[in-house]
Nanobody, 120 residues
Framework: QVQLVESGGGLVQPGGSLRLSCAAS????????MGWYRQAPGKQRELVAV???????NYADSVKGRFTISRDNAENTVYLQMNSLKPEDTAVYYC??????????????WGQGTQVTVSS
């Protein structure tokens, strides 16, 4: 059984910073891509950033230059450093692991979500 555990959300003022972490646990051989998605009230879930095991990254246009995704392959952990936060970044942030290889399956997983609120 694979689990994704997120941490680091919270309340921050506009212009502030937060760092999200997501650790995957279980009998994992490898993970192709790990990323972050977010869902604001009344909106669809959207990609924020993703990173492959080789280090290739992709960002939503709205966060380019402000957010940085990184990954520790040995620890199956992904991070999202969020700087210059804006009120429109307020959302529940979900961790995703895609192409997770275990002894019994190849599939993707989602974390439970962590709330990020940007407000003065």
């Amino acid at each position: 059984q694979v689990q994704l555990v997120e941490s680091g959300g919270g309340l921050v003022q506009p212009g502030g910073s937060l760092r999200l972490s997501c650790a995957a646990s279980g009998s994992i051989f490898s993970i192709y891509a790990m990323g972050w998605y977010r869902q604001a009230p009344g909106k669809q879930r959207e990609l924020v950033a993703v990173i492959t095991s080789g280090g290739s990254t992709n960002y939503a246009d709205s966060v380019k230059g402000r957010f940085t995704i990184s990954r520790d392959n040995a620890e199956n952990t992904v991070y999202l450093q969020m700087n210059s936060l804006k009120p429109e970044d307020t959302a529940v942030y979900y961790c995703n692991a895609d192409g997770v290889v275990t002894t019994t399956s190849l599939r993707g997983y989602w974390g439970q979500g962590t709330q990020v609120t940007v407000s003065s």
